[in-house]
């Protein structure tokens, strides 16, 4: 573990962990052994990141964020306050499932929104948004917006996080970086990625 990262006073960091350059861990968080951290990360206060945990590049994790083993987070991902990963899907306290931990994976630019909960073995689409407080049991496509308990897509969203709305040859503008998108059999793509 190298010295290219901050980490408060009181952040416990375990043995075998990797932490990126730049990267600012916060007041009382855990992390955990066999843990990979990206570059220019921010690990909020009082998170917790469980063994082999990977997280990516420039990946913001808010206050009193729970990230268990199994989960990935590709670069650019944003968890929000409170927000919560689950491993196993039939948890008892008197039952040992540690091998039988399911990952989930969260791809490039994705938003999970405070107090979400995310039930494990899925995927999380690249720049897709979940919202706050919802519970997402499923999988969940590249730019889509989802809300509720369980999260339901109600739209699609820009990268810089605007929701798009397609003209009716399923062209969309973002309002902030005028990047163009394409609705296509249901799923949408960045014009010129």
């Not at 938003?111 to 919202?131: D, L």
Request: proline share 4%.
């Amino acid at each position: 573990m190298g010295t290219s990262f901050f980490a408060h006073e009181t952040a416990i960091i375990d043995q075998d962990c990797t932490i990126g350059q730049g990267t600012k861990i916060w007041h009382f968080s855990h992390i955990m052994s066999g843990c990979t951290i990206g570059d220019q990360c921010s690990i909020g206060q009082n998170v917790v990141i469980s063994p082999e945990v990977r997280i990516g590049n420039r990946v913001k994790i808010q206050n009193n964020v729970s990230v268990y083993t199994g989960v990935i987070c590709e670069d650019d991902v944003f968890l929000g306050p409170s927000a919560v990963f689950t491993n196993v899907t039939n948890p008892r306290s008197a039952v040992s499932r540690k091998d039988e931990y399911k990952p989930t994976f969260v791809k490039k630019g994705a938003t999970i929104g405070a107090n979400a909960t995310i039930v494990c073995g899925i995927i999380i689409g690249k720049y897709a948004f979940v919202g706050a407080g919802a519970v997402v049991t499923k999988n969940i496509p590249d730019y889509a917006l989802v809300v509720g308990n369980p999260a339901r897509q109600t739209g699609w969203m820009s990268q810089f996080g605007h929701k798009l709305k397609f003209n009716p040859e399923g062209i969309a503008v973002c309002p902030e970086s005028k990047e163009q998108y394409r609705l296509e059999n249901g799923k949408v793509l960045k014009i010129g990625d």
